[in-house]
């Protein structure tokens, strides 16, 4: 039996070196981050087999170390984290009960400072094969580490704070079996109370384009091929949730935007379902940062990927309308996330940043 084929197995693995100027079509290239180094002495220290001959870039992203020699998983389901134990439990037993546990694994990237989600799956009896590393802070990083490690053909990037159904892993891959040519494979996300949740989501299955893609795909909708990840070079570290630029949003949307620019074909599909809560952030002065944050990505989107001018328009004048109306309502502090939104939008687009994320 082979390193990390017995369920519930960790492996803690450091990344290899990654050559600088790896992202391919779009602006100019980026060196990726390598992440923090686990230091002798460190509880969580392990020699790793990548220390000696590394260089490897983001094209030959796969395994560390050699595996063994039992089949790879259909699926590698890569989860970046910080500390968040009682959400990651929540996933755990969601994929536990899955219908599919024999095809896929889990790959958990944990920031945390203590290890204490990994020290969650080394304390469960797992059905499911797993894996575990660290990464420098922030979910673009985390999700390129994990990828990294994937063995699966394909790959999905839930929150810690997700969940599936019994039969979602079971209906994803027998949709990306049946369709071999098919880079991509989005489904939809649902609240608690199964109604669509984060997005305003197509109600019809349809193929994503550079006009919907904005309503058909999320991160934590997606299921990949990993080799066409690896051909566009991965998340964009300096974009998303704790990236170390001004842009705090558009990773994902990047990504597709990416695929969809080299020629490949992404499925939406709203019968496939991902859970996650539907989350309604308290509106303090951190939030209005936060949308301000999250419109100076969006807007480095448009610029970019040259969105057209009537697609810009079009959002602006959405999220200027909501303002409007929730100002009339008296909800003065989201009608300022609103504008702040829209503010940070025209910011990435002239890719000047906002006096206050300077």
């Known amino acids: 039996m082979g390193l990390g084929d017995r369920p519930g197995q960790v492996v803690v693995l450091e990344r290899p070196r990654r050559r600088a100027g790896v992202f391919g079509p779009g602006p100019a290239p980026r060196a990726l981050s390598e992440p923090a180094r686990r230091r002798p002495g460190h509880p969580w220290y392990r020699p790793s087999p990548c220390d000696e001959g590394g260089g490897q870039g983001v094209a030959d992203l796969g395994p560390a170390v050699p595996l063994g020699p039992s089949p790879s998983p259909s699926l590698s389901l890569v989860v970046s984290t910080v500390g968040r134990v009682d959400a990651l439990a929540q996933l755990l037993d969601s994929l536990s009960a899955s219908s599919a546990t024999g095809?896929?694994?889990?790959?958990?990237?944990?920031?945390s400072d203590d290890g204490a989600c990994t020290a969650l799956l080394e304390g469960r009896s797992l059905p499911f094969r797993w894996q575990a590393t660290t990464s420098e802070r922030g979910l673009s990083r985390g999700r390129n580490a994990g990828a990294r490690l994937a063995r699966g053909d394909h790959v999905g990037f839930p929150d810690d704070d997700c969940w599936y159904a019994p039969d979602t892993i079971e209906r994803v891959l027998a949709r990306v079996d049946a369709a071999p040519s098919l880079a991509a494979l989005s489904g939809r996300a649902l609240g608690a109370d199964g109604r669509p949740c984060l997005l305003r989501w197509l109600d019809r299955p349809c193929r994503v384009t550079p006009r919907n893609y904005y309503r058909t795909t999320i991160a934590i909708t997606l299921f990949l091929r990993r080799s066409l990840l690896e051909e566009?070079?991965?998340?964009?570290?300096?974009?998303?949730?704790g990236s170390t630029g001004w842009f705090g949003s558009g990773e994902e949307s990047d990504l597709v935007l990416r695929l969809l620019a080299a020629?490949?074909?992404?499925s939406y599909d709203p019968s496939i379902s991902v859970y996650h809560p539907e989350t309604r952030d308290v509106p303090t002065p951190g939030y209005v940062e936060k949308m301000l944050r999250y419109g100076a990505g969006q807007g480095h989107?448009?610029?970019?990927?040259?969105?057209?001018?009537?697609?810009?328009?079009?959002?602006?004048?959405?999220?200027?309308?909501g303002a409007a109306l929730r100002r009339a309502r008296g909800q003065g502090a989201r009608s300022r996330a609103d504008l702040a939104y829209v503010r940070g939008c025209i910011a990435g687009l002239r890719d000047v940043p906002p006096r206050e994320l300077r």
Do not use: C, M, N, T
Not at 103 to 111: K, S
Not at 263 to 266: D, M, N, R
Not at 301 to 321: D, E, I, N
């Open 103 to 111: 095809r896929f694994e889990l790959v958990l990237v944990d920031q």
């Open 301 to 321: 989107l448009w610029r970019v990927h040259h969105a057209s001018p009537s697609q810009v328009a079009y959002l602006l004048g959405r999220k200027l309308g």
């Open 232 to 241: 566009v070079g991965g998340f964009d570290v300096a974009l998303g949730a």
């Open 263 to 266: 020629g490949h074909e992404i």
